[in-house]
């Protein structure tokens, strides 16, 4: 049983999930872009990675680093930096610069955060519970953060570090702290995971188990999942949905003028054609293995940047419900 | 050695440096398929395995989480199976499909992190209490196989084992899925430096000597960090990590060892390392940026694999009258006789409606395709140049008309790179979409 569409504004954290090459970034950057549109104030973080989603939304901006920068009014983007983060964070614990540079200069201890696994995950969902805490006036400084989640595979183990490591910590601030970010990260009032997936074979099924997994082993609220770059039908009504067999049926000697031979046009037509039937088979999948409600975006030859054509494009996202296949 | 150049502006898919890539298959022990997640990088390392078995080698691939259907089409036990961590061969079926014949034989192992971790323990520890100590130790217990990188140990541990086992001549290795195709490389480093740093020193012997933290040793600097770290993390962490990493020092020179053996093998002129980008402007970035960053390293790049390229059907470039300015209506009118003449000779079971309505729908298509084309080739022409001035080789593999997750693919695919076989056009579209 789907749970219910609340409407994705109202969350204070939405975590943007997926394989490398959905299209991922592009929707974070949509949703936080239409978010803050609405009048929201909002943060974006991106996650661990080269910086790219300052240059979707304002193409030409400076690198925003840690410290974050505003992109457009009330929308502002941040990469968190694990290294940073932790330098924060001890900051925030020890309260003596002196002893953070200690650490953080010793060769031994840089040796240790290369080799140890876990603590860039901690680190920076602790990062994003810190941001998510920030009042200004008594009222939240950010009340939507959008998490540009690293590509999955590596996103759901992002997500069950905090409860590993309170698991496996057995007194202290850190396993406090571990079970605060957990707490944020299971709360379905205020957070969500937005899977994005591809109508093809491979992220079809990554996205079912991610689906599945996070359900089961992690506990964090799905309720919609977004697929990505569906390719549009082929044909405009009125014409035949058999067109590239047709134009096969030409001989190749017919003389088109400037067009290309009858052949080159039956490929590129069927090319068209099969691509848009692959994608619908697999949106069907998709919908069947997950048993959530499905936001269908369309591809987008060259990729989508600037503001306002990405506030458009997440206008599908924030309806709740998502849109007919 | 040759090395391919690309002179003039025309996309030449037909033109490969088979020979170059072929000989990879045969002079080097070790391919490690690397890339961004998305590209195919899985398909394309599948590809090239089963091109060295049909040529006679002893492949074994090793992959992370195959396509169910590429799993259906090689005979092997699917991801989700008890079957991770063995080796699994080739179905009957799926050899005599590929023509492999002779001493040629493809095994396949999928990689599994928390049975690679139990192996070594079992391997190294010196006596069962240690053994027990360390699989019951909490922090082992989550390290092993929740945390990230953890993939990259197992398959660096993998790789170390087929290689001392001698029984193949190609270890073809699929890097797991991340963000920076350098994860793979840095992984056995990490692990030398991690046993060998003073901090881990520091956590293991005051732990022998005092039970727990006698903090007596020379490093004052280190004893500092650690008891501060300690003040952050609370007093159980540390200590589980400690006793953790004394159970690990006796085994840790057989781990330092092998580290060391796999990357001196990995950077040694017996690996290769082959790139493989996707036709979209970040993956072609990022695959740009992995070979800059390689540069210099010693590390053993061949070139760049650019997958799933679109392009176009006759093998020539998009014709200028497409991508510039409007259609002549003589040439829509002839289309559309031609549409209607076809029709008249085999009407088929659709109505052929308007006739200049369908020539224009198919000018449209050609015109779509034709920008996806050129999309591709502006995103594919940085990399090339780059291949070019570093003397690597740069392959196409065209989108193949469905995901190729079948035996055809993956011998078409051969067939691209090893034969320089462009794919005939009527085929190029002509399958039905998958289920």
Known sequence: ?325 | MSVETFTDSAPKPASLPSDRLGDLLHERKILVVVGTGGVGKTTVAAALAVEAARRGQRVVALTIDPARRLCDALGIDPPSSDARGAVQSLSEAARTTLEIQGSGRLDTIMLDMKSTFDGLVQRFADDEKTRARILDNPIYQHVSDALAGSAEYAAMEKVHELSEGGQYDLIVVDTPPSQHALDFLEAPQRLVEFLDSRLVQLLVHPAMAAGRFGFKLFHRTSQRVLQIVERVSGVGFLEDISEFLLALEGMSEGFKDRATHVRRLLLGPTSAFLVVAGPSPQTARSAFEFLARMRGTGVPVEGVLMNRMRLWPDGESVPDGLSQGPVETADLDALAAALSAADAANPGDTELGDPRAAARSAVELAKRYASLVQQDERSASALRDQTERDRKLFARIPELPRDIHDLDGLVRIGDVLFRNLRLPSSQAGASDAGS
């Not at chain 1, 540079?101 to 603590?119: E, I, S, T």
């Not at chain 1, 396993?175 to 899977?195: F, K, M, N, S, Y």
């Not at chain 1, 049926?249 to 003389?255: C, R």
């Open chain 1, 1 to 325: 049983m789907a749970p219910e569409l609340t409407p994705i504004l109202d969350r204070r954290l939405v975590i943007v999930t997926g394989k490398g090459g959905t299209g991922k970034t592009t929707v974070a950057a949509a949703l936080a872009v239409a978010a803050a549109r609405q009048g929201r104030s909002v943060l974006i973080a991106e996650v661990g990675g080269q910086e790219q989603v300052p240059q979707f939304i304002s193409p030409g901006h400076p690198p925003v680093g840690y410290a974050g920068s505003e992109l457009i009014p009330g929308l502002t983007s941040i990469h968190i930096d694990p290294h940073e983060a932790l330098a924060e964070y001890l900051g925030l614990q020890l309260r003596v610069r002196g002893l953070v540079d200690l650490v953080m200069r010793n060769k031994g201890f840089a040796q240790l955060l290369n080799a140890a696994p876990g603590w860039r995950e901690l680190i920076t969902l602790g990062k994003v519970w810190h941001l998510a805490q920030m009042q200004d006036a008594g009222r939240p400084r950010y009340e939507l953060i959008v998490v540009d989640a690293p590509a999955t595979g590596h996103g759901l183990t992002f997500l069950d570090v905090p409860r590993v490591v309170g698991n496996a910590v057995r007194a202290g601030p850190l396993r406090g702290h571990a079970h605060l970010v957990e707490e944020l990260i299971l709360d379905p009032e205020q957070t969500l995971l937005l899977p994005v997936a591809l109508a093809e074979e491979l992220p079809a099924r990554e996205t079912a188990e991610l689906v599945q997994r996070a359900q089961s082993d992690i506990g964090i609220a799905i309720d919609r999942v977004v697929v990505n770059a569906v390719a549009p039908p082929p044909f405009p009504p009125g014409v035949p949905d058999d067109l590239d067999t047709r134009l096969h049926a030409i001989d190749d000697a017919v003389a088109l003028g400037g067009l290309p031979r009858p052949s080159v046009l039956a490929t590129c037509a069927s090319y068209l054609r099969a691509r848009h039937q692959l994608n619908a088979g697999y949106v069907e999948q998709i919908r069947r293995d997950c048993d959530r409600p499905l936001v269908i975006l369309p591809y987008c030859p060259g990729g989508i940047t600037g503001a306002g054509p990405l506030a458009d494009f997440a206008e599908p996202i924030l309806a709740a419900g998502g849109l007919p296949a």
